[in-house]
């Protein structure tokens, strides 16, 4: 039997698509369905590493887990990787293919969708159902010609639509009903119906929106789904869900104070989120101008996708020497893939990879220099620490080589190493991600700091929310007339 497929697009970004579609995965797998989740074009810094060594949107990654698949460089063709406020790296199909400015990635959209198609057909022939997520908003009409993010997808491969509105945000009806006003006629007819998301409160005193809605449209309402407050324990897929992302780093009273810094490029920085979840354990993200508290038991450097300039910002906060007055009271410091690269003596880009070639000095807080260049680093690795032989599992991905004469902190086997650690034992960086959301490897981190692990098993933990938030959707969104509104879509189109 083909596979059938529905697309879910939202009124903007950030109104809980990625989240829907993660949920609607498991309920459908639930059912014994062959479930793909599907991402034609997303733009994100937080990307996961696949088997064969390509690189997808972490969303996705989540979503393939909540279908119980392993997960594919099909589930999201194009990645853009932001490297600046008008630029990105180009990924498509698990493969960095070069950079572009947002203006010239506008001309070449229209010679992404076949390999967007391509990997949608491959995908559909291997399931039941395929669940498509859009992008940013459905309503960008700006963005419409040759779009295969949203409705030119949708349109082009004959998938059905269903809009997403998020009522916490306000303006929910304007949001949904001002979408039919402005997208073109073909486009709405692509719309089969729309939910609206993050309601808190009585149902009942939405009724008339929902039945405004329904009317001013003609599309059927199909759930008004509540805030689902476990949403905290998942991986975010960008900035916009930072956890006090532009707050002071005011943080509870007792709790072992866990700061990391949020600058403009930061990747990856899903890295921290099963700290975030260890009782007594308090982690703050702060943006430039929020100064490093002095009770920080632990800075973390996340990763970046602009190194240079992220450093540039770093020093610009006066982080620089926050951080030294951090280590003069006796705090820690760990360095992940960029932040790791910051902490060593220089950086080089040479081949101007992240901008103009050049050299900067680094924070000098770590033996090791960086020249950024060479193929990107895309490969899932295990090991131990070096010191302790603490095992791990976790993902490789950067640019560039560090070498170092410090001790290293962490034994990838066959004589091979990976990051440094200081003369004092309170400095350290490494290229490995997930690290932390390895229980063993968390434990081992916390007690370098003095706290003590909450016993978190943070993988059984993700498995249970995943669950929980299926169950959400189940009691709140007609999940069987879902089903029957998607559609085999034409795949002869996708050849």
Avoid at 437 to 463: F, N, P, V
Wanted: charged share 20%; hydrophobic share 45%.
């Amino acid at each position: 039997m083909p596979a059938r497929a529905l697309m879910i697009q939202g009124t903007g970004s950030d109104v809980g698509k990625s989240l829907m579609v993660a949920g609607l995965a498991r309920v459908f797998a639930r059912q014994g369905l062959r479930v793909r989740p599907f991402k034609p074009q997303n733009m994100s810094n937080n990307a996961a590493v696949t088997a064969d060594g390509g690189e997808i949107g972490r969303a996705q990654a989540l979503q393939a887990r909540a279908a119980r698949v392993a997960i594919s460089v099909h589930m999201n063709p194009v990645l853009l990787k932001p490297q600046s406020d008008t630029g990105a790296q180009v990924v498509v199909q698990g493969r960095v293919v070069g950079n572009t400015e947002a203006r010239d990635y506008q001309s070449i959209k229209a010679g992404l969708l076949r390999a967007v198609l391509d990997s949608f057909s491959r995908l559909a022939a291997d399931a039941d159902l395929v669940l498509v997520e859009g992008a940013g908003s459905a309503s960008e009409v700006n963005l419409r010609t040759d779009d295969i993010a949203n409705m030119g997808f949708a349109r082009a491969a004959g998938v059905p639509v269903v809009l997403v509105g998020d009522i916490d945000r306000g303006g929910v009806i304007a949001s949904l009903v001002g979408t039919k006003a402005v997208i073109d006629p073909d486009d709405a007819a692509m719309i089969v119906g729309f939910l609206v998301n993050r309601f808190r409160g009585d149902p009942s005193l939405f009724a008339d929106g929902m039945t405004r809605i329904a009317d001013q449209t003609g599309w059927p309402a199909l759930g008004l789904v509540p805030h689902f407050a476990d949403a905290v324990r998942l991986p975010a897929e960008d900035a916009l869900s930072l956890p006090g992302g532009s707050a002071s780093a005011r943080v509870s009273d007792g709790a072992v104070k866990i700061v990391v810094l949020a600058y403009p490029h930061l990747a990856n920085f899903d890295d921290v989120d099963p700290l975030r979840q260890e009782a007594g354990v308090d982690v703050a993200f702060i943006r430039p101008g929020v100064p490093i508290p002095g009770d920080a038991a632990l800075v973390i450097l996340p990763g970046s996708k602009a190194t240079i300039a992220d450093l540039a910002t770093l020093r610009e906060a006066g982080w620089d020497i926050d951080l030294q007055a951090h280590l003069r009271r006796g705090g820690r410091v760990l360095g992940i893939c960029g932040g790791y690269q910051m902490l060593g003596r220089r950086i080089a880009d040479p081949h101007g990879i992240e901008g103009p070639p050049g050299s900067v000095a680094g924070l000098c807080l770590l033996e090791a220099e960086t020249v950024l260049g060479g193929d990107k680093v895309l490969v899932e690795v295990t090991g131990r620490t070096a010191a302790e032989g603490v095992p791990f599992s976790g993902y490789e991905m950067h640019v560039g080589r560090t070498t170092t004469t410090a001790r290293p902190l962490l034994d990838l086997g066959q004589g091979r190493t990976d990051g440094a650690l200081d003369p004092s034992g309170r400095i350290a960086g490494c290229y490995i991600h997930g690290l932390l959301a390895d229980d063993r490897q968390r434990r081992h981190w916390l007690h370098w700091i003095g706290a003590e692990s909450s016993g978190l098993d943070y993988e059984a933990g993700i498995e249970a929310t995943l669950d929980r938030l299926a169950d959400h959707l189940e009691q709140h969104v007609d999940c069987a007339r879902l089903l029957d509104l998607a559609r085999v879509p034409r795949l002869e189109t996708a050849r």
